[in-house]
């Protein structure tokens, strides 16, 4: 069965530091991609970042990267500069493709993250 | 780029009627996501589909809830009849078929079953 756990129900940074908010996946699928959105208090899901299972680097865009560690079947987003805006909830995600059908996306229960001035 | 487009934005409605969720992916997106959010269940897919044929639809709560893709540029989430434990956000969500690209969602439509 494929899983995501995310253990932070939430957590607070100061602004301007760096916050890493933890997922871990579960699937036997060998092929898969890991996602993180944002949900801003407003509703609406925004994509923040994808990592590929055969991907040799992690992922990073912009101030957010992807520590990924596939052996312990981990992605952890880690926002660097804290900005106030970045107060949201942050789900992580997975699809699996398999067999060469890509497969649905699910989530785990998300963080919800608080920056303080 | 316009992207997923999901209409009414807001709807109040009264338990027993029917309720229609409408969605426009974005175009030649060849899958496309129904979603519901609430607070006591997170995030939950209800049913996919693929080039407008439903792939998994084992997510549906019950059969009050239907949904069809009649083509690629639209689909509809029907609850008949509403009950007040379906009011939730309801989102659709498209993308292409390949695992690497990115899944973009609608804004939602936001649901009160009274």
């Known amino acids: 069965a494929q899983k995501i756990t995310q253990t932070q129900p939430g957590m607070f940074v100061q602004e301007k530091e760096a916050v890493t908010l933890d997922c871990t996946y579960d699937t036997s699928d060998p092929s898969y991609g890991l996602f993180w959105y944002k949900q801003p208090s407003s509703g609406e899901m925004i994509f923040l970042i994808y990592q590929g299972s055969y991907d040799q680097q992690n992922a990073t865009e912009g101030r957010y990267s992807l520590n990924f560690q596939k052996a312990r079947k981990s992605a952890n987003l880690v926002i660097s500069a804290s900005q106030l805006g970045d107060s949201a909830m942050y789900f992580c995600a997975m699809r699996t493709d398999y067999g060469g059908a890509t497969n649905k996306l699910i989530f785990g229960t998300g963080t919800l993250l608080a920056v303080q001035p | 780029d316009a992207g997923v487009i999901q209409s009414p934005r807001h709807e109040v409605t009264e338990m027993g009627q029917e309720v229609t969720l409408r969605c426009k992916p974005i175009?030649?997106?060849?899958?496309l996501f129904w979603y519901r959010q609430t607070m006591m269940r997170g995030l939950e897919l209800l049913i996919y589909?693929?080039?407008?044929?439903?792939?998994?639809d084992s997510g549906m709560p019950e059969d009050r809830f239907s949904a069809k893709m009649p083509n690629a540029s639209f689909s509809t989430l029907k609850i008949q009849p509403s009950e007040p434990r379906d009011s939730a956000v309801y989102f659709c969500?498209?993308?292409?078929?390949?695992?690497?690209?990115?899944?973009?969602f609608g804004e939602g439509s936001w649901l009160t079953v009274v």
């Open positions: 589909f693929n080039n407008n044929v439903p792939i998994d």
């Open positions: 175009s030649g997106h060849d899958y």
């Open positions: 969500a498209s993308s292409f078929s390949t695992l690497g690209n990115t899944i973009y």
